[in-house]
DNA sequence: TGACAAGAAATTTTCGATAATTCTTGCGCG
DNA sequence: CGCGCAAGAATTATCGAAAATTTCTTGTCA
């Protein structure tokens, strides 16, 4: 919330808020997007309005087809399985590299980030933007950081947006998230402990998660009116 | 060269057209970008030029920053480096999974893009859009079909032509590209006979040669006037 | 009834100009 | 001689309207 009314440019405001709009399911799923009407809304003109989406196109967040506007993007159980399964492989070979090849200074800050994650307390009042989902982000970043290639985990980052955006939709769905702290707790200690099959095996099972609690909600192929 | 003109938006012409100078290294990397004269030579206004560059943004073709414009993505040894890595680790893993998984349509594209590639003369004339890059690039993503993430798949094709920029700006410079086909056929061979570790060896050695060719050529730190 | 075309309305894309910000240059001062 | 600073130049971001295109509506004809 700071540097969105600061020194930042309106486009990138905006990029910011629509962001947790979509991300947390306040803009739903598969819906037109109105230019004239986010314009007004915002109280802008149709450049940085533009901009914006723009940029939510690139994260998929938004789809853009040539002279036929943008959309939200949709979202189903198929999409949910493919992303599901991008993140088991992409993290198993991330978090085996890691494990691999992480030194001290990895090794501790997966500690550390555990540490403060555990201290966050779980407030999705703002969702998108929650402090605990950015401590979340961090850990799973932490986990594959030693792994040897930025690319990737900046790729692996952006299928935990991804998979957040359907974390959100099911908890205002009414999903219960049970206990992740004991999830992460094991994960991260299978991982300081260098047992590589293990720590791919919970991760990938806590990826599965959240999976198999949207199963049921999307299966009638999720139409909103 | 088709849709770039006919029913196709400005922003998405251009967008086309400034992504295959990046890529083939007409536009110098770490050159700052002029939008004036964007619009001049494009004869259009802020709006389209604008909007492409942000959509290469979102490919990391070139980079942006508030109020200071854009810039084409500089290129290094270490990001080089960087690519190949994820590189080799995410085409080993989705290999290896479409190899485990993959039924007689996946094997039968892999014969045929493959046969396509040997058939496509190398014409590095027009690099960015040549046929020999299309048929290289669906050559190494039909490897990957079978994965079971098709967001997988995208990515190493993002992977792909991130690399592909590397290879160009090394054969303008110079460089000789040996026979990629004998390398190609050796892959598409141990894949189809579902000899993963072969297979896998023998990608990552491909990948790997393309940096080894740069090296030299990188090692200064790539300063250009 | 249903397909289809013409025109109207709404929307997206692009334009040209303005406001806001950053970069540059040159001057004075320590 | 170098450093900070202010005025001017250059550039980016945003605006509001015009042009181009798609979508919707309605009326006609088989």
Redesign the pocket.
Known sequence: MNKSES???????IFTTLREEILSGVLRPDT??????L?ERF?????????ALNRLSSQNLVS???????KVAPISLEELSDITRARCLTNEIALRASIAEGDADWEEEVLVSFHRLLRTPRDDRSPGASEWTQAHRRFHTALLAACGSDRLVAYCDQLFDAAERYRLIGLSAGGNWGDADSEHRAIMQATVDRKADEAVALLCAHFEKTRAQLRTLLQPSARGP
């Open positions: 020194t930042a440019t309106l486009a990138s405001s037109k997007i109105n230019l004239r009407g314009c109280d802008v003109a149709f450049s940085p309005v533009r901009e853009q087809t040539d002279r036929r506007g943008f």
